[in-house]
Every structure is written in C-alpha cells, then in structure tokens.
C-alpha cells in the first residue's frame, strides 16, 4: 500500500503550483506521484488544531502529462492520517511561521515522519546556530549592540550583515569599516538596538561565489552547485542559468558535511543545504532549502531527482522500520 504525503508549502509555490520547475517542491512532489504515492497539499494557515489534535486543511495533487495539479476543493484531515509530512513553507520565520510549528507538537511523531521536524526548525536558526559547529564557520557575532558590531567590524575590516530570519539573501549587506553609513545601516537593521543580527567576516573568496552542499539524512551528495554574484552585487540574488556553475567538494568539506549531517539527522533536519565559502559554512539551510534538481541536471546531465527520491525513500523506510521494530518489542 502506497504510503500517503503531505507537503506544506510556501503560499508563493501554491499561487505557482504547476510547472515551475525552479522550486525543489515541484520535483519532489512530481516524483512521489510517478512512484504512485498519494500527495497533498497545504499552506501554513491551512494547520489547525481542534479537540487538542493537529489537523489541516489539504488539497490532493496529481500528475497529468508530465506535470503537477491540485484539486481546488480541500479535505480536512488529522495530519496523523499521513505517513509522512514534508514541512518547507520559506522564511521569513515569523510568529505565523512558529505558530504553524506548533502545530506538530500535536502530532504523534512515532507515527507520521515529519521532514524536517517542525519543533526542531523552531529551534535551530539557519544563521545563529552554525555556531554549533564553531570548527567550520567564519568569525562572527550575534547582537543587536551598535559598539559591538562596530569593534567587529573594525577588527576585521570588511564584514557580512545578515538578518535572523530571512532567506535569498533579504536583508543581506557588505559592510567595511570605513563605510560612512555603518552606523545608520546598523541602527536600521537592529531597530535601534533591540533586534539581534548576525555579522560575519567577510570571505574574499565570495567573489567567486558559494558552494551548496546537499544533505539528505546522514547522506552528503556528491552534486555541487556553485552560485555565483549577480550583477552589481556581491552575493548570488538572482535564480538564472547565467549564476550557476557545476563544483567539487573538497575532502574537508565532505568531511565537515559529514559531520554537520549526522548531528543534524540525530534531531529530525534530514533535508539540509550548506551553503560554503572556502571550507567555512556561512549558513545552514534547514527551513526549505533549495536542491536546484533542475540546474544539477543541466550542468552534470542526470536525473539527479531519481537519486534525491531513492535516498528520500531509504530515509522513509528506515523510520517505518524502526516502527515496525518497536511495536513488536512492545
């Protein structure tokens, strides 16, 4: 019997839904309806809870000439009756992103698999948290202190400001110390000292761009895609064929992955993307991170989705076999 999905996306995703092929969504959700699972659809606002159970709001989707629809009408279903939930609504993660997560504190996590955990996504910021593998980052600090970003800056001459809870680069600056602006940016950003950001050392390396470094469970793929400044910028921004190239990851940074893969996998982030400058993380994508299954095929000429699927699904069955395994000791 075919195992039943739900995926919750991004309210952009749904308004775009068939066809857009630039979005990791698109092709996963394609993939489970060849293989002849059952998929939904929903949105964060589609997730409630009544009688202290979490339920939704979902819309069936299906294949039809080798691209995806959905039904328009919804169904309203315990979110338990799925065996397994992809939870990837993007950032900004705002009060009606975490309320949307505490919905899956409803949800029986022995029975439904849940990519990745909710609760988990809650607690592990994509930019904050990199400081859990310290040996791997670039220098940085977290505040919403003016001095000290300041005294940081200066030390290092040229630094990156990067927002808490954004994605695609929002919110993102180039700063150097002898900007005429710091302050004003700072103040702005930190709204006047009460919102903590993170400044990280600029990388002289980020010219040539960063590496995205796939990981699924405990597995680190050896497809790289390397994201390249746009135009007038220092930073990748603009999703076109023209600011990507194929890459190689180096032992360090399938070692490093490795590493970050196993912890991460340990507390239910089992869909990561590391984003990489010169063997150092500046960010780990755990929200909805993007696989770029359409660029990986153009530049290495493979169907990099069948082997995204086959380890999504090893992934899958080795949680209902663990399930299987604890019902009959119990």
């Not at 394609?30 to 409630?48: C, G, P, Q, T, W």
């Not at 089992?270 to 984003?275: C, E, N, T």
Request: charged letters at 30%; glycine letters at 2%.
């Amino acid at each position: 019997m075919s195992k039943k999905i739900l995926f919750i996306i991004d309210e952009v995703e749904l308004k775009y839904f068939e066809f857009n092929d630039l979005v990791t969504n698109f092709w996963f959700i394609k993939e489970f309806l060849k293989r002849n699972y059952k998929v939904s659809i929903a949105i964060k606002s589609d997730l409630f809870i009544e009688n202290a159970q979490a339920y939704v709001l979902n819309r069936e989707s299906y294949l039809k000439e080798e691209n995806i629809f959905y039904n328009k009408e919804q169904q309203k279903q315990l979110i338990n009756d799925f065996d397994v939930v992809f939870f990837r609504p993007d950032p900004p993660v705002d009060i009606n992103y975490i309320n949307a997560c505490y919905i899956f504190d409803y949800v029986d996590k022995e029975k439904t698999l849940l990519i990745n955990d909710p609760t988990e996504i809650k607690n592990f910021n994509e930019k904050f948290h990199i400081n859990y593998f310290n040996e791997f980052v670039p220098k940085n600090i977290v505040t919403s202190s003016a001095e000290l970003i300041i005294d940081f800056v200066e030390k290092n001459k040229e630094a990156i400001l990067k927002p808490l809870n954004r994605c695609f680069g929002n919110g993102v600056y180039y700063l150097n110390k002898d900007d005429k602006n710091l302050l004003t940016i700072i103040n702005n950003m930190t709204e006047s000292g009460k919102t903590p950001v993170m400044f990280q050392e600029y990388l002289p390396e980020a010219k040539f761009g960063d590496k995205r470094v796939l990981i699924i469970g405990e597995t680190v793929l050896e497809e790289c895609i390397q994201k390249l400044p746009g135009d007038h910028n220092f930073k990748f921004s603009i999703h076109s064929d023209r600011y990507f190239k194929d890459a190689l990851l180096s032992p360090k940074e399938i070692k490093l992955a490795q590493t970050i893969a196993k912890k991460l996998s340990e507390r239910g982030l089992y869909l990561v993307g590391l984003d990489v400058i010169n063997e150092k993380v500046i960010e780990i994508n755990v929200t909805s991170p993007c696989y770029f299954i359409r660029e990986i095929n153009q530049h290495y000429n493979i169907h990099f989705e069948d082997k995204i699927m086959t380890c999504i699904e090893k992934l899958i069955e080795k949680h209902f076999s663990k399930e299987r395994l604890y019902a009959v000791n119990k």
